[in-house]
Protein backbone atom coordinates (compact mmCIF):
# COMPACT_ATOMS: atom_id res chain seq x y z
CA UNK A 1 0.00 0.00 0.00
CA UNK A 2 1.76 3.22 -1.43
CA UNK A 3 1.92 6.55 1.14
CA UNK A 4 -0.51 8.98 0.51
CA UNK A 5 0.85 12.53 0.71
CA UNK A 6 -1.88 14.60 2.57
CA UNK A 7 -1.33 17.44 4.55
CA UNK A 8 -3.95 17.54 8.07
CA UNK A 9 -4.42 14.27 9.14
CA UNK A 10 -8.16 13.42 9.90
CA UNK A 11 -9.82 10.50 11.43
CA UNK A 12 -11.81 10.36 7.89
CA UNK A 13 -9.26 9.62 5.98
CA UNK A 14 -7.55 6.66 8.41
CA UNK A 15 -11.45 5.55 8.77
CA UNK A 16 -11.03 5.30 4.76
CA UNK A 17 -7.79 3.52 5.04
CA UNK A 18 -9.25 1.03 8.03
CA UNK A 19 -11.78 0.12 5.65
CA UNK A 20 -9.57 -1.41 3.42
CA UNK A 21 -8.68 -3.92 6.45
CA UNK A 22 -10.47 -7.31 6.15
CA UNK A 23 -11.25 -9.73 9.43
CA UNK A 24 -9.48 -12.93 8.07
CA UNK A 25 -12.04 -15.09 9.81
CA UNK A 26 -15.36 -13.56 8.62
CA UNK A 27 -14.49 -11.58 5.49
CA UNK A 28 -16.18 -8.01 6.16
CA UNK A 29 -14.25 -5.01 6.73
CA UNK A 30 -13.59 -3.71 10.67
CA UNK A 31 -14.72 -0.91 10.07
CA UNK A 32 -18.30 -2.94 8.85
CA UNK A 33 -18.13 -5.03 11.82
CA UNK A 34 -17.79 -1.79 14.25
CA UNK A 35 -14.47 -3.20 15.46
CA UNK A 36 -12.84 0.04 15.38
CA UNK A 37 -13.50 1.79 18.81
CA UNK A 38 -11.28 4.87 19.24
CA UNK A 39 -9.01 7.01 16.79
CA UNK A 40 -6.56 9.34 18.86
CA UNK A 41 -4.73 11.89 16.88
CA UNK A 42 -1.93 13.41 18.40
CA UNK A 43 0.72 15.33 15.76
CA UNK A 44 2.07 12.65 13.66
CA UNK A 45 1.43 9.68 15.83
CA UNK A 46 -2.08 7.78 15.74
CA UNK A 47 -3.46 5.71 17.98
CA UNK A 48 -6.39 3.06 17.36
CA UNK A 49 -8.65 0.25 19.68
CA UNK A 50 -9.61 -2.67 17.61
CA UNK A 51 -12.28 -4.58 19.23
CA UNK A 52 -11.89 -8.38 18.15
CA UNK A 53 -15.17 -10.73 17.59
CA UNK A 54 -13.38 -12.75 20.05
CA UNK A 55 -11.39 -12.79 23.19
CA UNK A 56 -7.34 -14.49 22.65
CA UNK A 57 -8.26 -14.33 19.03
CA UNK A 58 -5.77 -16.30 16.89
CA UNK A 59 -5.79 -14.08 14.30
CA UNK A 60 -5.16 -10.88 16.72
CA UNK A 61 -1.65 -10.08 15.27
CA UNK A 62 -2.79 -10.45 11.62
CA UNK A 63 -5.34 -7.92 12.06
CA UNK A 64 -2.70 -5.77 14.32
CA UNK A 65 -0.31 -6.10 11.49
CA UNK A 66 -2.78 -5.25 8.77
CA UNK A 67 -4.49 -2.12 10.92
CA UNK A 68 -0.73 -0.97 11.36
CA UNK A 69 0.10 -0.76 7.15
CA UNK A 70 -3.52 0.86 6.87
CA UNK A 71 -2.49 3.87 9.08
CA UNK A 72 1.28 4.00 8.14
CA UNK A 73 -0.27 4.20 4.60
CA UNK A 74 -1.29 7.62 5.13
CA UNK A 75 1.04 10.59 4.46
CA UNK A 76 2.17 12.45 7.46
CA UNK A 77 1.81 9.76 10.05
CA UNK A 78 5.25 8.42 11.55
CA UNK A 79 3.73 6.22 14.12
CA UNK A 80 1.00 3.78 15.01
CA UNK A 81 -0.10 2.16 18.14
CA UNK A 82 -2.77 -0.31 17.68
CA UNK A 83 -4.35 -1.39 20.84
CA UNK A 84 -6.89 -4.43 20.95
CA UNK A 85 -9.27 -5.69 23.23
CA UNK A 86 -12.80 -7.58 22.65
CA UNK A 87 -16.64 -7.19 22.09
CA UNK A 88 -18.85 -7.58 25.40
CA UNK A 89 -20.91 -10.76 24.58
CA UNK A 90 -24.10 -8.05 24.19
CA UNK A 91 -22.38 -6.45 21.41
CA UNK A 92 -21.38 -9.53 19.84
CA UNK A 93 -24.84 -11.19 19.72
CA UNK A 94 -25.94 -7.18 18.12
CA UNK A 95 -23.41 -7.90 15.87
CA UNK A 96 -24.50 -11.47 14.86
CA UNK A 97 -27.84 -10.12 14.73
CA UNK A 98 -26.86 -7.63 12.23
CA UNK A 99 -25.00 -9.55 9.83
CA UNK A 100 -27.66 -11.99 10.04
CA UNK A 101 -30.22 -9.45 8.52
CA UNK A 102 -27.53 -8.41 6.32
CA UNK A 103 -27.59 -12.26 4.90
CA UNK A 104 -31.36 -12.06 4.89
CA UNK A 105 -31.81 -9.57 2.76
CA UNK A 106 -28.70 -10.56 0.46
CA UNK A 107 -30.26 -13.96 -0.43
CA UNK A 108 -33.99 -13.08 -0.10
CA UNK A 109 -35.75 -14.54 -3.53
CA UNK A 110 -36.42 -11.20 -6.07
CA UNK A 111 -40.20 -10.74 -6.55
CA UNK A 112 -40.89 -10.98 -10.35
CA UNK A 113 -44.52 -9.03 -9.85
CA UNK A 114 -47.14 -10.77 -12.61
CA UNK A 115 -48.05 -9.32 -16.13
CA UNK A 116 -50.75 -6.49 -15.72
CA UNK A 117 -52.42 -8.40 -19.77
CA UNK A 118 -54.16 -5.13 -20.25
CA UNK A 119 -55.98 -4.25 -16.98
CA UNK A 120 -56.03 -0.47 -16.16
CA UNK A 121 -56.70 -0.67 -12.80
CA UNK A 122 -55.49 -3.48 -10.23
CA UNK A 123 -57.26 -2.65 -6.74
CA UNK A 124 -56.91 -4.97 -3.79
CA UNK A 125 -59.95 -4.46 -1.08
CA UNK A 126 -59.03 -5.41 2.61
CA UNK A 127 -59.36 -4.50 6.21
CA UNK A 128 -56.96 -7.28 8.08
CA UNK A 129 -60.40 -7.52 10.31
CA UNK A 130 -63.21 -9.90 9.41
CA UNK A 131 -66.92 -8.89 9.47
CA UNK A 132 -66.57 -5.80 8.61
CA UNK A 133 -68.43 -6.45 5.03
CA UNK A 134 -65.26 -6.03 3.08
CA UNK A 135 -66.39 -8.60 0.42
CA UNK A 136 -70.04 -6.54 0.64
CA UNK A 137 -68.35 -3.73 -0.58
CA UNK A 138 -65.96 -5.50 -3.20
CA UNK A 139 -68.83 -6.67 -4.69
CA UNK A 140 -70.57 -3.12 -4.67
CA UNK A 141 -67.98 -1.19 -5.87
CA UNK A 142 -68.02 -3.57 -8.78
CA UNK A 143 -71.21 -3.56 -9.52
CA UNK A 144 -71.59 1.10 -9.15
CA UNK A 145 -68.13 0.67 -11.53
CA UNK A 146 -70.29 -1.61 -14.16
CA UNK A 147 -73.32 1.00 -13.93
CA UNK A 148 -71.25 4.03 -14.73
CA UNK A 149 -70.30 2.16 -17.68
CA UNK A 150 -66.71 0.33 -16.90
CA UNK A 151 -65.68 -3.35 -17.68
CA UNK A 152 -64.95 -4.53 -14.57
CA UNK A 153 -63.82 -7.93 -12.79
CA UNK A 154 -63.56 -9.55 -9.36
CA UNK A 155 -60.85 -12.08 -8.07
CA UNK A 156 -61.99 -13.98 -4.83
CA UNK A 157 -58.82 -14.60 -3.40
CA UNK A 158 -60.41 -15.59 -0.13
CA UNK A 159 -58.95 -19.27 -0.85
CA UNK A 160 -60.54 -20.55 2.65
CA UNK A 161 -63.59 -18.67 2.90
CA UNK A 162 -64.69 -16.89 -0.35
CA UNK A 163 -67.89 -15.65 -0.64
CA UNK A 164 -68.31 -13.07 -3.78
CA UNK A 165 -69.88 -16.42 -6.09
CA UNK A 166 -72.60 -16.35 -3.28
CA UNK A 167 -73.68 -13.29 -3.38
CA UNK A 168 -74.03 -12.71 -7.09
CA UNK A 169 -75.80 -15.72 -7.45
CA UNK A 170 -73.12 -17.59 -9.67
CA UNK A 171 -73.05 -21.47 -10.10
CA UNK A 172 -72.08 -21.74 -13.47
CA UNK A 173 -68.15 -23.41 -13.45
CA UNK A 174 -64.74 -21.91 -14.62
CA UNK A 175 -64.38 -23.38 -18.15
CA UNK A 176 -60.89 -23.50 -19.85
CA UNK A 177 -60.34 -21.87 -23.52
CA UNK A 178 -57.67 -21.35 -26.17
CA UNK A 179 -56.57 -18.20 -24.18
CA UNK A 180 -56.77 -19.44 -20.60
CA UNK A 181 -59.56 -20.28 -18.23
CA UNK A 182 -62.72 -18.25 -18.34
CA UNK A 183 -63.82 -16.15 -15.92
CA UNK A 184 -68.04 -16.33 -14.78
CA UNK A 185 -70.11 -13.38 -15.51
CA UNK A 186 -72.99 -12.18 -13.47
CA UNK A 187 -76.17 -11.24 -14.79
CA UNK A 188 -74.92 -7.30 -15.66
CA UNK A 189 -71.96 -8.46 -16.69
CA UNK A 190 -68.74 -8.53 -14.34
CA UNK A 191 -66.15 -11.24 -14.63
CA UNK A 192 -65.87 -13.45 -11.46
CA UNK A 193 -63.03 -15.81 -10.49
CA UNK A 194 -63.55 -17.63 -7.12
CA UNK A 195 -61.62 -20.63 -5.80
CA UNK A 196 -65.59 -21.85 -5.14
CA UNK A 197 -66.56 -21.65 -9.03
CA UNK A 198 -64.11 -24.22 -9.25
CA UNK A 199 -65.15 -27.25 -7.28
CA UNK A 200 -68.26 -29.52 -7.33
CA UNK A 201 -69.45 -28.83 -3.77
CA UNK A 202 -68.84 -25.35 -2.77
CA UNK A 203 -69.73 -26.21 0.41
CA UNK A 204 -66.28 -28.60 0.91
CA UNK A 205 -63.60 -27.04 3.38
CA UNK A 206 -60.42 -26.22 1.59
CA UNK A 207 -57.80 -27.08 4.00
CA UNK A 208 -54.35 -26.20 2.55
CA UNK A 209 -51.29 -24.83 3.75
CA UNK A 210 -49.69 -20.94 2.91
CA UNK A 211 -47.72 -22.02 -0.24
CA UNK A 212 -51.01 -23.83 -1.69
CA UNK A 213 -53.02 -20.75 -1.23
CA UNK A 214 -50.28 -18.44 -2.74
CA UNK A 215 -49.79 -20.99 -5.77
CA UNK A 216 -53.98 -20.60 -5.97
CA UNK A 217 -53.71 -16.99 -5.67
CA UNK A 218 -51.20 -16.59 -8.59
CA UNK A 219 -52.86 -19.05 -10.73
CA UNK A 220 -56.58 -17.25 -10.40
CA UNK A 221 -55.38 -14.23 -11.50
CA UNK A 222 -52.01 -15.58 -14.14
CA UNK A 223 -53.98 -18.10 -15.97
CA UNK A 224 -57.42 -16.38 -16.41
CA UNK A 225 -58.47 -14.70 -19.72
CA UNK A 226 -59.30 -11.34 -18.26
CA UNK A 227 -59.68 -9.39 -21.06
CA UNK A 228 -59.97 -5.83 -21.87
CA UNK A 229 -61.13 -4.51 -17.74
CA UNK A 230 -60.88 -0.98 -16.45
CA UNK A 231 -60.97 -2.45 -13.40
CA UNK A 232 -60.06 -5.61 -10.98
CA UNK A 233 -60.94 -5.27 -7.96
CA UNK A 234 -59.26 -8.04 -5.61
CA UNK A 235 -61.28 -9.35 -2.25
CA UNK A 236 -58.67 -10.39 0.20
CA UNK A 237 -59.20 -12.50 3.27
CA UNK A 238 -59.02 -10.24 6.79
CA UNK A 239 -55.25 -10.75 8.59
CA UNK A 240 -51.85 -10.11 7.51
CA UNK A 241 -50.34 -13.38 6.00
CA UNK A 242 -50.21 -15.63 3.05
CA UNK A 243 -52.67 -14.63 0.57
CA UNK A 244 -52.42 -10.52 1.11
CA UNK A 245 -48.91 -10.96 0.85
CA UNK A 246 -49.33 -12.79 -2.37
CA UNK A 247 -51.26 -9.82 -3.60
CA UNK A 248 -48.88 -7.43 -2.71
CA UNK A 249 -45.91 -9.02 -4.00
CA UNK A 250 -47.09 -10.87 -6.72
CA UNK A 251 -49.43 -9.32 -8.51
CA UNK A 252 -49.32 -5.64 -10.35
CA UNK A 253 -51.95 -3.88 -7.63
CA UNK A 254 -52.55 -0.04 -8.22
CA UNK A 255 -53.55 0.32 -4.53
CA UNK A 256 -55.70 -0.62 -1.77
CA UNK A 257 -58.80 0.66 -0.81
CA UNK A 258 -59.14 0.10 2.97
CA UNK A 259 -62.67 -1.11 4.34
CA UNK A 260 -63.34 -0.34 8.26
CA UNK A 261 -66.20 0.14 10.51
CA UNK A 262 -66.70 2.45 13.56
CA UNK A 263 -65.39 0.26 16.20
CA UNK A 264 -62.22 0.57 18.25
CA UNK A 265 -61.36 -3.05 17.86
CA UNK A 266 -62.02 -3.16 14.32
CA UNK A 267 -59.61 0.13 13.46
CA UNK A 268 -56.71 -1.20 15.56
CA UNK A 269 -56.68 -4.79 13.96
CA UNK A 270 -57.39 -2.88 10.06
CA UNK A 271 -54.70 -0.69 11.23
CA UNK A 272 -52.19 -3.61 11.10
CA UNK A 273 -53.39 -4.15 7.26
CA UNK A 274 -52.90 -0.62 6.49
CA UNK A 275 -48.99 -0.71 7.92
CA UNK A 276 -48.53 -3.94 5.93
CA UNK A 277 -49.85 -2.49 2.55
CA UNK A 278 -47.69 1.17 3.23
CA UNK A 279 -44.56 -1.27 4.54
CA UNK A 280 -44.55 -2.81 1.20
CA UNK A 281 -44.53 0.50 -1.17
CA UNK A 282 -48.70 -0.39 -2.44
CA UNK A 283 -50.57 3.16 -2.00
CA UNK A 284 -53.80 3.05 -0.35
CA UNK A 285 -56.35 4.72 -2.14
CA UNK A 286 -58.46 5.65 0.84
CA UNK A 287 -60.65 4.58 3.42
CA UNK A 288 -64.64 3.22 3.49
CA UNK A 289 -66.36 2.97 6.48
CA UNK A 290 -69.08 0.22 6.60
CA UNK A 291 -72.19 -0.09 8.63
CA UNK A 292 -71.69 3.32 9.78
CA UNK A 293 -75.25 4.07 10.79
CA UNK A 294 -78.92 2.95 10.65
CA UNK A 295 -81.61 5.03 9.50
CA UNK A 296 -84.78 4.74 10.70
CA UNK A 297 -87.48 3.92 8.40
CA UNK A 298 -90.14 6.04 9.37
CA UNK A 299 -88.69 9.23 11.06
CA UNK A 300 -85.12 8.87 8.79
CA UNK A 301 -83.19 9.30 12.23
CA UNK A 302 -79.81 8.32 11.85
CA UNK A 303 -78.99 5.86 14.55
CA UNK A 304 -75.06 5.05 15.63
CA UNK A 305 -75.19 1.44 16.33
CA UNK A 306 -71.76 0.74 16.87
CA UNK A 307 -70.52 3.75 18.18
CA UNK A 308 -69.89 7.36 16.50
CA UNK A 309 -68.83 7.02 13.21
CA UNK A 310 -64.52 8.06 12.70
CA UNK A 311 -63.85 7.35 9.81
CA UNK A 312 -63.08 10.58 8.46
CA UNK A 313 -60.88 10.92 11.56
CA UNK A 314 -59.60 7.33 10.88
CA UNK A 315 -58.52 8.39 7.40
CA UNK A 316 -56.76 11.40 8.42
CA UNK A 317 -54.64 9.64 11.33
CA UNK A 318 -53.34 6.83 8.18
CA UNK A 319 -53.17 9.65 6.22
CA UNK A 320 -55.36 8.98 3.62
CA UNK A 321 -58.73 10.09 1.82
CA UNK A 322 -62.06 9.56 3.33
CA UNK A 323 -64.67 7.90 0.74
CA UNK A 324 -67.40 8.00 2.51
CA UNK A 325 -70.04 5.95 4.78
CA UNK A 326 -72.41 2.79 4.17
CA UNK A 327 -75.30 2.09 6.48
CA UNK A 328 -76.72 -0.94 7.72
CA UNK A 329 -79.49 -2.01 6.22
CA UNK A 330 -81.18 -5.56 6.28
CA UNK A 331 -82.19 -5.53 2.16
CA UNK A 332 -78.26 -6.33 1.62
CA UNK A 333 -78.20 -9.72 3.84
CA UNK A 334 -81.69 -10.70 2.56
CA UNK A 335 -80.02 -9.76 -1.13
CA UNK A 336 -76.70 -11.34 -0.75
CA UNK A 337 -78.52 -14.38 0.69
CA UNK A 338 -80.57 -14.52 -2.36
CA UNK A 339 -77.90 -14.07 -5.19
CA UNK A 340 -79.36 -10.90 -5.92
CA UNK A 341 -76.43 -7.94 -4.43
CA UNK A 342 -77.26 -6.41 -8.76
CA UNK A 343 -80.84 -5.46 -7.61
CA UNK A 344 -79.61 -3.33 -4.53
CA UNK A 345 -79.17 0.32 -4.60
CA UNK A 346 -77.42 3.14 -2.61
CA UNK A 347 -76.74 6.55 -3.37
CA UNK A 348 -73.63 6.36 -1.33
CA UNK A 349 -71.81 4.09 -3.57
CA UNK A 350 -71.86 6.57 -6.44
CA UNK A 351 -70.08 8.79 -4.87
CA UNK A 352 -67.73 6.46 -3.39
CA UNK A 353 -66.97 5.33 -6.74
CA UNK A 354 -66.41 8.85 -8.22
CA UNK A 355 -63.75 9.48 -5.08
CA UNK A 356 -61.82 6.10 -5.79
CA UNK A 357 -61.88 6.95 -9.45
CA UNK A 358 -60.39 10.73 -8.80
CA UNK A 359 -57.73 9.22 -6.29
CA UNK A 360 -56.58 6.53 -8.78
CA UNK A 361 -55.67 9.25 -10.99
CA UNK A 362 -53.57 10.69 -8.47
CA UNK A 363 -51.82 7.31 -8.65
CA UNK A 364 -50.78 6.22 -11.92
CA UNK A 365 -48.14 8.24 -11.88
CA UNK A 366 -46.42 6.65 -8.63
CA UNK A 367 -47.45 2.82 -9.38
CA UNK A 368 -45.68 3.27 -13.05
CA UNK A 369 -42.38 2.88 -11.55
CA UNK A 370 -43.29 1.01 -7.90
CA UNK A 371 -40.76 -1.77 -7.16
CA UNK A 372 -42.31 -5.21 -5.68
CA UNK A 373 -40.90 -5.09 -2.13
CA UNK A 374 -40.61 -8.60 0.21
CA UNK A 375 -41.14 -8.69 3.48
CA UNK A 376 -37.96 -9.28 4.49
CA UNK A 377 -37.13 -5.88 3.36
Known amino acids: MGRKKIGRIDKSEIIDELKRVIDPEIGISIVDLNMVRRIEIDGDKVKVKIALTVPNCPLANTIKSDVEKAIMGIGGIKAADVELTSMTKEELDALAASLRQKEARRTAPSIDRLEKKGIRNIIAIVSG ?26 LDADITGSSIAKIFGLRERLTKGELGINPVSTKSGIKVV ?14 WRGPLITSAIKQLYQDVYWGDLHYLLIDLPPGTSD ?3 TVFQSLPIDGAIVVSSPQDLATMVVKKAINMAKRMNVPIIGLIENMSYIECPKCKEKIELYGSSRGFEFAEDI ?56 WSQ
Open 129 to 154: KGGVGKSFVTGMLAIELKRQGHHVGI
Open 319 to 374: GTRFLGKIPVDSNISILSDQGRLEDYTNPAFIEITRAIRSSIEGLVKQTSTRQPVT
Open 194 to 207: SINLAMEDPTSPIV
Open 243 to 245: APL
